[in-house]
């Protein structure tokens, strides 16, 4: 296993046992005839949780390859900074919803997004967020009278 | 036999509405282009689209369901003929022959062949699915709660071991899908667990939230960041494409294999569309006259791998809808979209629901003749909509994503939800975790544990009572032995593959 890669595998194992220990702990504080099944699982859970990390421990890579991974370690924050990013958009998306309404939210991020991942034309922006939010009001409101979420402000 | 065709009677003539027939229509369109993206799999375009069932009668909202299904499988062939991509996991095996024939200046006989063989394929799995599954179903009245129980276990530790890089994440991802299934009340004592104050989990984590989040929020993430493939340059459909569908009844014994490997990888809970391509791919490589041809442009290639895939379709929905045991991901959502419909699958679905039940069945055979013609249409300026640019495709996932699971239960708290397991997923595939396992053990775990209770309230909450009754059941032993068969292969695979 090259040194990066066991880092990633040995952090991962480590946070996954962390876990389902917690889990299991909560499982066993519940009464006895509700929490059987959830017990069963958690203890199951932590096994091969443990049976995880053992096999990442073992596959330990040697000094050199160790020192390249902390050379590389930059790199994985680099690879991840794009995907933390478009998480927190949506996330924000979903906020704005609660505070601007959902049609103010909806084009603000639909253009955002597109002009922020390479769209310039703004009527190509502005066009597809209006479709698309016609084709919801059409299907979601019109056909199925469902209500949009509505803000604190819209 | 009277069950059955009072049935189809009942079924036919509720498919008769000419709303539920445009449904079907549109199920396809929707199915082909979700099934031609790359990125957006058969299980996101079912799941996304399980919300705007809600208003419709079970019959219609299944239909629509089941046409997703049907065309999405069929339609990632064509980017995976023309591009070189698979539109999903299913035709991972088509662009092995599919995309060497495109190079050939061949894509409109091989889009013509991939179209009439997932048709044949899906047609015949239909069948199957119209007979076999009321025997199974009344063999399945024999189950008691612990076989039931130990049914879902079976289901789950299947997957698990065909999670063939890493059978012990394949285990967790199952064995996690199963505690997310138990998060709210118990099925018998109503006792809380699990909820951490929020009040929308009392009545556990909704499924198709989970689902939506589960496989659209980690798509979008490589859709946008860059992580999926170029689309390449491309390239126009050859014209007389219905003629050259014909071929495929050059290769009658090839046709049939494809589709019995299919029909039962199909059943297997677990196995999915992508183990039955490669099974029949390579059955019929070890079969043909041409196997030097195979991986070079060979027509059989791509007739075995579309035709079992599309087998799959009406295998999997067997153990679906006689035991509530989902034969893949797909059906696990088609299965959580008959739940949510008021439906209990399992045996008495077909007595209690009989018409709704073969309605169903029946929309699926005219599924596999509405994508045919609709599918060769499309393919032609499919190419368009695959070269969609990220930029556009991914916000405008998010924001159907959003809206779907707010549509649910109208619930701004489930959209969060759909957000956290959304970072789930991401993670899940960052760390090459399968998602899959983690799909029916959230769609499982709430039979298990019912059925666990109930076998367990039978015994008086004895445990060795109720291993002793598992130990003395013929049908349990055979669900144990299946279990511990599945799991032995897995830990065999992972040990030649270590060498």
Not at chain 2, 108 to 136: D, Y
Not at chain 2, 266 to 284: K, L, Q, R, T, W
Request: glycine fraction near 12%.
């Amino acid at each position: 296993m090259a040194a990066n890669s066991y880092k990633k595998e040995l952090g991962f194992s480590v946070v996954v046992t962390g876990i389902c220990a917690l889990l299991t702990i909560r499982a066993f504080s519940y009464p006895g005839d509700s929490s059987q099944f959830p017990r069963f699982l958690t203890v199951t859970m932590t096994l091969l949780s443990i049976v995880l990390l053992a096999r990442a421990l073992r596959s330990r890579p040697d000094q050199a390859e160790a020192g390249e991974a902390e050379q590389k370690r930059s790199s994985f924050w680099t690879s991840h900074k794009m995907p933390l990013l478009i998480f927190l958009l949506t996330a924000l998306y979903v906020v704005a919803i609660q505070v601007i309404g959902y049609f103010t939210s909806t084009v603000l991020f639909l253009v955002g997004s597109m002009a922020f991942f390479g769209r310039h034309r703004p009527w190509v922006m502005f066009g597809i967020s209006a479709l698309f939010l016609a084709v919801i009001y059409a299907l979601f409101v019109r056909f199925l009278g469902l209500r949009l979420p509505e803000g604190l402000l819209f | 036999m009277e069950v059955l065709f009072s049935g189809i009677a009942k079924g036919g003539l509720l498919l008769l509405d000419p709303m539920t027939l445009f449904l079907i229509l549109a199920g396809t369109v929707f199915g082909i282009i979700v099934g031609s993206l790359p990125g957006l799999t058969s299980t996101m375009g079912v799941a996304l689209l399980v919300p705007v069932t809600f208003g419709m009668s079970p019959a219609m909202g299944l239909a629509l369901l089941g046409a997703i299904y049907c065309s999405s499988t069929y339609a990632g062939a064509i980017s995976a003929i023309l591009l070189n991509i698979p539109g999903t996991p299913a035709n991972c095996c088509t662009l092995l022959d599919g995309y060497p024939m495109t190079q050939k200046g061949e894509s409109g006989r091989a889009i013509a062949l991939s179209t009439a063989g997932s048709a044949v394929g899906g047609f015949l799995s239909i069948f199957a699915l119209l007979f076999l599954a009321p025997p199974l179903a009344e063999f399945a009245l024999k189950f008691g709660a612990q076989e039931y129980f130990l049914l879902a276990i079976f289901g789950v530790s299947v997957i698990a071991s065909l999670s063939e890089r890493n059978m012990i994440k394949g285990l967790i991802s199952g064995c996690f899908g199963l505690f997310l299934s138990i998060v709210g009340m118990h099925p018998l004592t109503g006792n809380v667990r699990f909820t951490f104050g929020i009040a929308e989990l009392y009545n556990g984590l909704p499924l198709v939230v989970a689902l939506i989040g589960l496989y659209s929020i980690p798509e979008v993430i490589s859709i946008l960041s860059g992580r999926q493939e170029a689309v390449k340059q491309s390239r126009s459909v050859g014209r007389g494409v219905f003629g050259q569908m014909m071929e495929i009844f050059h290769h009658k014994i090839l046709l049939l294999r494809a589709t019995v490997i299919g029909i039962i990888v199909g059943i297997i809970p677990g196995a999915g569309s992508s183990i039955a391509s490669f099974v029949a791919y390579d059955d019929a490589k070890r079969s043909s006259k041409n196997s030097g041809m195979f991986g070079k442009g060979s027509p059989e290639g791509v007739i075995a791998s579309e035709t079992a895939n599309n087998a799959v379709v009406g295998g999997s929905l067997v153990p679906a809808l006689t035991l509530g045991v989902p034969g893949n991901a797909v059906s696990a959502v088609l299965l959580g979209g008959l739940m949510i419909h008021g439906l209990k699958p399992g045996p008495v679905l077909f007595i209690e629901n009989n018409a709704i039940v073969y309605s169903f069945i029946l929309s699926l055979f005219v599924s596999n003749l509405v994508f045919v013609p609709v599918g060769l249409f499309i393919a032609r300026y499919c190419v368009r909509l695959i070269e969609t640019p990220a930029s556009i495709l991914g916000p405008l996932v998010v924001g159907l994503a959003v809206m779907g699971s707010y549509a649910i239960n109208m619930s701004m708290v489930e959209v969060w939800i759909m957000m956290a397991i959304g970072l789930l997923g991401y993670l899940m595939k960052e760390f090459d975790v399968p998602r899959e396992p983690l799909v029916l053990g959230l769609v499982l775990g709430s039979m298990a544990e019912g059925e666990l209770a109930r076998a367990m309230s039978l015994v008086h909450g004895s445990v060795l009572s109720l291993i002793q009754g598992m130990l003395t059941s013929p049908i349990s032993l055979i669900i144990i032995g299946l279990t511990l068969l599945s799991l032995w292969q897995g830990i065999k695979k992972q040990l030649l593959a270590r060498g």
